[in-house]
C-alpha cells in the first residue's frame, strides 16, 4: 500500500512560481508510471506531466499547455515527487493530484489547489 500526499499549493499571481511536493510513504524508486494530473473548475482531469518507464529508461510527459514551464522531477531517497511551475498563468488554476502506477494498482493523493489570480 502506498500513501501520497501533496503539498505546495496556494495562491499566486500570474507569471509567478510554484513548486509541488508529493511525499510517498513507501519508496518511489520503482513504478510503471508517477506524475502529476489537474482538475480545473468544471473541467475533466487531464494529465499534466508523468515519468513513465520503459526498462531502465524513464521517459517523460509533458503536456502541450505546461511544456516548457513545467518541470517534473524526483528525489527517491526523500521518496518525493516534485512539479516545478513557472510562468502560471490563470488557466492553471486546478487542483493537482499526484499519481503513482506500481505492480497493476493505482494510488493518488488527496489533491493540492493552486490558484492563479491576480
Known amino acids: 500500500q502506498v500513501q501520497l500526499v501533496e503539498s505546495g499549493g496556494g495562491l499566486v499571481q500570474p507569471g509567478g512560481s510554484l513548486r509541488l511536493a508529493c511525499a510517498a510513504s513507501?519508496?518511489?524508486?520503482?513504478?510503471?508510471?508517477m506524475g502529476w494530473y489537474r482538475q480545473g473548475p468544471g473541467k475533466q482531469r487531464e494529465r499534466v506531466a508523468t515519468?513513465?518507464?520503459?526498462?531502465?529508461?524513464?521517459?517523460?510527459y509533458y503536456a502541450i499547455s505546461v511544456k516548457g514551464r513545467f518541470t517534473i522531477s524526483r528525489d527517491n531517497a526523500k521518496n518525493t515527487l516534485y512539479l516545478q511551475m513557472n510562468s502560471l498563468k490563470p488557466e492553471d488554476t486546478a487542483v493537482y493530484y499526484c499519481?503513482?502506477?506500481?505492480?497493476?494498482?493505482?494510488?493518488w493523493g488527496n489533491g493540492t489547489l493552486v490558484t492563479v489570480s491576480s
Open positions: 499519481r503513482l502506477n506500481r505492480d497493476g494498482m493505482d494510488y
Open positions: 515519468l513513465t518507464r520503459g526498462g531502465i529508461v524513464y521517459s517523460t
Open positions: 513507501g519508496t518511489i524508486f520503482s513504478f510503471n508510471v
